[in-house]
Nanobody
Framework: QVQLVESGGGLVQAGGSLRLSCAAS????????MAWYRQSPGKQRELVAL???????NYADSVKGRFTISRDSAKNTVYLQMNSLKPEDTAGYYC???????????????WGQGTQVTVSS
């Protein structure tokens, strides 16, 4: 089976920084893309940042210039560096990955359990 494990969430004051990590493990051959989503109470889950196997990235307008997504292929890990945090960044952050597996050679999507980020004012 495949598992995505997030870490790095916590409580910070506005203007502070956090770095989230998501490590993929299990039965897969390669990673097509990895992404971070977030969801807060009363709001829909939204895409925060994405990185492809080729290194291309994109970001939600609300985090451009503040957040940076990166990857370490040797560790099957994606990171989200979050700077200049704002109270509106408070949410559960979820890792999503499109992985190539034996049963889904075209790729399949997997979700982590999430890590909470809380930004106080």
């Amino acid at each position: 089976q495949v598992q995505l494990v997030e870490s790095g969430g916590g409580l910070v004051q506005a203007g502070g920084s956090l770095r989230l990590s998501c490590a993929a493990s299990g039965s897969f051959f390669s990673i097509n893309l990895m992404a971070w989503y977030r969801q807060s109470p009363g709001k829909q889950r939204e895409l925060v940042a994405l990185i492809t196997s080729g290194g291309s990235t994109n970001y939600a307008d609300s985090v451009k210039g503040r957040f940076t997504i990166s990857r370490d292929s040797a560790k099957n890990t994606v990171y989200l560096q979050m700077n200049s945090l704002k109270p509106e960044d408070t949410a559960g952050y979820y890792c999503n990955a499109r992985l190539i597996t034996l049963v889904r050679p075209g790729g399949d999507y997997f979700w982590g359990q999430g890590t909470q980020v809380t930004v106080s004012s």
